[in-house]
Nanobody, 112 residues
């Protein structure tokens, strides 16, 4: 059974940084593609970033240059480093797999 547990969200001022973590069990992050999505009130869940089994990374245009996805195979964890945060980055951030597994999400709020 796959389980994904996100953490690291919180309240941060515009321009600040956060690092989200997605700890996986029942699946190895080293040989699977995992992604980050986000959903803000009244909007559909949207793609943010992805890291493939081969290590290739992809980003949604609005986060390119600001967000970095990475993984630690020893900890079986995928990270999302978010820099230069903007109010429009406010959302619940979710980790997912290609087979449709989702975590419970972690809230990120960017506000002064």
């Amino acid at each position: 059974q796959v389980r994904l547990v996100e953490s690291g969200g919180g309240l941060v001022q515009p321009g600040g940084s956060l690092r989200l973590s997605c700890e996986a069990s029942g699946i190895l992050v080293s040989i699977n593609t995992l992604g980050w999505y986000r959903q803000s009130p009244g909007r559909q869940r949207e793609f943010v970033a992805r890291i493939t089994r081969g290590g290739t990374t992809n980003y949604e245009d609005s986060v390119k240059g600001r967000f970095t996805i990475s993984r630690d195979n020893a900890k079986n964890t995928v990270y999302l480093q978010m820099n230069s945060l903007k109010p429009e980055d406010t959302a619940v951030y979710y980790c997912n797999t290609l087979t449709g597994d989702w975590g419970q999400g972690t809230q990120v709020t960017v506000s002064s």
